[in-house]
């Protein structure tokens, strides 16, 4: 099954979007991002019988902006993302999603304004904290959606080389295959990958690593892609073509995949779909 992101349409509402894409008649759609809107759930309840909706990271959007860090060593920003994967588990049940996925954590906390940007030097979490403090919050988290029946999906971070230069060092969790692997191994089995093959272009660039032992890794756990295109310098969200270079890595048998395609057009956005369904057929 293949989702088409909102993320691309981050000026206007994610309901604005999803009516925006049913009348185009795309009816699988990854709610991510967009701008505050109030009882946004409650709008979208008369959707989800006809609409196969997934909620990813940073949604639904809080009407006072924050930075999601769950390997924050801020109380007040670890107890907000905590109190925001619980909302956004919630809110899957409402729309009928039984997965939630959302991003591995930083080893500072950036200001809104600076994400997906360089981001400026300052004083950095030590990685050991973080890392515990990040395994512990997602474990914590695994309990709660259990309950709920939703299962979660970290995604793998983008370091890129501007941000690398800025602190001459890596200041994001599971941007490798080292660390993805050791947070799976140190979370229940409900918690799995969603790999963003973009991301990982970015990564293995920067750290300087075959992308493709990303796959050979973490195959067991990675239960979702998220595919967009890029130079290898910076997650610029391209467009996908049948010789983007990460078919040959996929499996086949994964039934989520999004397309996170920003800023194109709606028959853009109905091409790239079908690229993927051809392709995904000669996938593993």
């Known amino acids: 099954m293949t ?30 991002g967009g701008t505050f809107e109030p009882d946004i759930i409650e709008k979208l309840k008369p959707y989800k019988e006809i609409i196969n909706f997934r909620l990813h990271n940073y949604f639904p959007p809080p009407e006072i902006p924050f930075v999601f860090n769950l390997a924050s060593l801020d109380d007040y920003v670890a107890k907000t993302s905590i109190a925001h994967v619980k909302n956004s588990i919630r809110s899957s049940v409402i729309l009928n999603s039984t997965v939630f996925a959302f991003h591995a954590g930083f080893l500072l906390d950036p200001k809104p304004e600076e994400l997906g940007k360089r981001i400026k030097s300052r004083e950095i979490f030590n990685k050991s904290d973080s890392m515990k403090y990040f395994i512990d919050r997602v474990n914590e988290l695994a309990i709660f959606s259990e309950k709920e029946g939703v299962n979660l999906l970290i ?18 969790l599971m941007t490798n295959p080292e660390d993805c692997k050791y947070v799976m191994e140190h979370t229940p089995d409900t918690v799995n990958m969603l790999l963003d093959v973009a991301h990982l272009k970015v990564s293995a660039q920067t750290l300087d690593f075959d992308r493709g032992n ?15 295109d890029n130079d290898g310098t910076s997650d610029s969200n391209n467009c996908i073509s049948t010789d983007s270079w990460f078919w040959e890595h996929l499996n086949k048998e994964c039934n989520y995949i999004t397309i996170e395609i920003y800023n194109e057009q709606l028959n853009t956005i109905k091409q790239q779909l079908e690229i993927v369904k051809q392709q995904i057929s000669k996938c593993q």
């Open 214 to 228: 990303m796959f050979r890794e973490c195959w067991k756990w990675i239960k979702g892609y998220h595919l967009s």
């Open 155 to 172: 995604e793998n971070n983008v370091i890129s080389i501007g941000n690398f230069n800025e602190f001459n060092k890596d200041v994001l």
């Open 3 to 32: 989702f088409c992101s909102t993320g691309g349409y981050s000026k206007q509402s994610a309901l604005t979007t999803t009516q925006m894409l049913y009348n185009a008649d795309i009816m699988d759609i990854e709610l991510s």
